[in-house]
Nanobody
Framework: VKFVESEGGLVEPGGSLRLSCAAS????????MAWYRQAPGKQRELVAGIFVAGYTKYADSVKGRFTISRDNAKSTVYLQMNSLKPEDTAVYYC?????????WGQGTQVTVSS
């Protein structure tokens, strides 16, 4: 199983960014998917998840600002991030729910700063 996240970037506070993650080596449509993030000095946390039936869940810190979606035909999961805050700065990863420990990718750096 392999996950390849799109490039993140530097965004000003209040800005938006869309991440994508292409999965391979698995039957994508049968798996719940999630975006996780890890900020410096903090543990990795689940940011947003999307289940097989389309149900979604979000960390309280991103509710109303982030939207997760999936395209089963492309084996891709997306994260639309709006109204970004400096505290959203982290390395973002995608993985299954629960995560496949051996399948963590490189992640992508998102920095929110003016």
């Amino acid at each position: 199983v392999k996950f390849v996240e799109s490039e993140g970037g530097l965004v000003e506070p209040g800005g938006s960014l869309r991440l994508s993650c292409a999965a391979s080596g698995m039957i994508f449509r049968l798996n719940a998917m999630a975006w996780y993030r890890q900020a410096p000095g903090k543990q990795r946390e689940l940011v947003a998840g999307i289940f097989v039936a389309g149900y979604t869940k979000y960390a309280d810190s991103v509710k109303g600002r982030f939207t997760i979606s999936r395209d089963n035909a492309k084996s891709t999961v997306y994260l639309q991030m709006n109204s970004l805050k400096p505290e959203d700065t982290a390395v973002y990863y995608c993985n299954t729910i629960p995560p496949s420990v051996q399948s963590w990718g490189q992640g992508t750096q998102v920095t929110v700063s003016s």
